[in-house]
């Protein structure tokens, strides 16, 4: 059947008059459709920052009595505007995943909430508090960079630098973040200091 531009428009925008005066006269059934319950109902919204990449996407986290419900790109936000690539949009199952049996909502088996430790030399992980990792930290910086310091190198140049300690940046850090620790590392005297990108 030969259908001409002219012919399709005016067919088209018949059937598209008749059926909305029919849906106005108030006498559609066919037109009626149920709508589902919205799920995002009463939900507390909470902006959010993607953890993943130093792009800094924003999203919005939906908490029903403290559930996380769902996760979608934040619109308002200058960087994405509502969009997320497929590992941000992932970031929903960094807490729930459904069960390949129950096809239910569960909270991920595999998500690591506490430090995990390993010693020198051990093979197994151990679980610390914050505190207890942060002081660790902390002592261990400072008596590594006492150990190393030299003030001066071979040729009596002043260097005032420890070539024991490493920074080594990732890129989920942002801007401010490797701002501040540039400051930190440059204050220390660390010379080595590189980023996950570069390597
Ligand atoms: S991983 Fe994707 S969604 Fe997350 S910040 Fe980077 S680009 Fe944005």
Known sequence: MNVTRRGFLKVTG?????????????????????????????VTETPSICCYCSVG???INSVIDGELVNLEGDPDHPINRGSLCSKGSA?????NVYDPETGKLELNPFRVTTVKYRAAG???WEDKEWDWAITEI????????D???ETTDENGVTVNRSEAIGFLGGAALDDEECYIIQKLARALGVT????QARI
Request: aromatic share 14%; net charge positive.
């Open 57 to 59: 996407c924003g999203s």
């Open 122 to 124: 051990s093979s197994e």
């Open 138 to 145: 902390a002592k261990r910086v400072k008596k590594t960079r």
């Open 91 to 95: 970031q929903f199952n960094i807490r």
């Open 192 to 195: 080595f200091i590189e980023h």
């Open 14 to 42: 018949a059937a598209f008059a008749t059926s909305f005066m029919y849906e106005f006269a108030g006498t559609s059934t066919a037109l009626a459709v149920e709508a589902p319950e919205w799920r995002l109902t009463n």
């Open 147 to 149: 150990d190393s310091f």
